[in-house]
T-cell receptor
Framework: DAGITQSPRHKVTETGTPVTLRCHQT?????MYWYRQDPGHGLRLIHY???????DKGEVSDGYSVSRSKTEDFLLTLESATSSQTSVYFC???????????????FGPGTRLTVL | GNSVTQMEGPVTLSEEAFLTINCTYT??????LFWYVQYPGEGLQLLLK?????DKGSNKGFEATYRKETTSFHLEKGSVQVSDSAVYFC????????????FGGGTRLMVKP
């Protein structure tokens, strides 16, 4: 299994509070991704990173920010959590972009976030 | 834009039955196609993939063929087991920077003994 951990694994918070989720990898992969999983929607990309300090928005980035100060860590922050952000959040990594050839995304175990 | 459509579940089968989960896609260019599987309480795992038209991906008895003419990538298995019970996601990768995936909504498979 790819070395990906997510913390916390479960969190319950209240509307309006800030929340930070952490993704940590031991594979030294360049690309990292944050997805949210909701019933009927599959996984939707929130933000991704293609290197240290290099990030970009995905399909559902509103209300989220990210940071990547080290290769191994990719943080997802909800500045002011809302009930619509209740979801399961997955981090993924891959070693190459499409221009370097095809590659696989490996997923972490997920974080279940409930916003009351 | 890019999109992936899967048959809605749940799909309930008896052990040793034949499985088909339909997946069709809309994309510009020639995307790579994937099937991921998610077992209860876990993250997604790559099941199989195909990178060009007419390629067949296969793994653990599952297979899917990249059909450009019908823009489809249906997942099949000849004889399912209880341990195959999971949620299956079809996905496509954009052929541009970032190695990004677009997922279908997922299909839950339940296999009964």
């Amino acid at each position: 299994d790819a070395g990906i951990t997510q913390s916390p694994r479960h969190k319950v918070t209240e509307t309006g509070t800030p929340v930070t989720l952490r993704c940590h990898q031991t594979e030294n992969h360049r690309y990292m991704y944050w997805y949210r999983q909701d019933p009927g929607h599959g996984l939707r990309l929130i933000h991704y990173s293609y290197g240290v300090k290099d990030t970009d928005k995905g399909e559902v980035s509103d209300g989220y920010s990210v940071s990547r100060s080290k290769t191994e860590d990719f943080l997802l922050t909800l500045e002011s959590a809302t009930s619509s952000q209740t979801s399961v959040y997955f981090c993924a990594i891959s070693s190459r972009g499409v221009y370097n050839g095809t590659d696989t995304q490996y997923f972490g175990p997920g974080t279940r976030l409930t916003v009351l | 834009g890019n999109s992936v459509t899967q048959m809605e579940g749940p799909v309930t089968l008896s052990e040793e039955a034949f499985l088909t989960i339909n997946c069709t896609y809309t994309a510009t260019g020639y995307p790579s196609l994937f099937w991921y599987v998610q077992y209860p309480g876990e993250g997604l795992q790559l099941l199989l993939k195909a990178t060009k038209a007419d390629d067949k991906g296969s793994n653990k008895g599952f297979e899917a063929t990249y059909r450009k003419e019908t823009t489809s990538f249906h997942l099949e298995k000849g004889s399912v087991q209880v341990s195959d019970s999971a949620v299956y996601f079809c996905a496509l990768r954009w052929n541009n920077a970032g190695n990004m995936l677009t997922f279908g909504g997922g299909t839950r498979l339940m296999v009964k003994p």
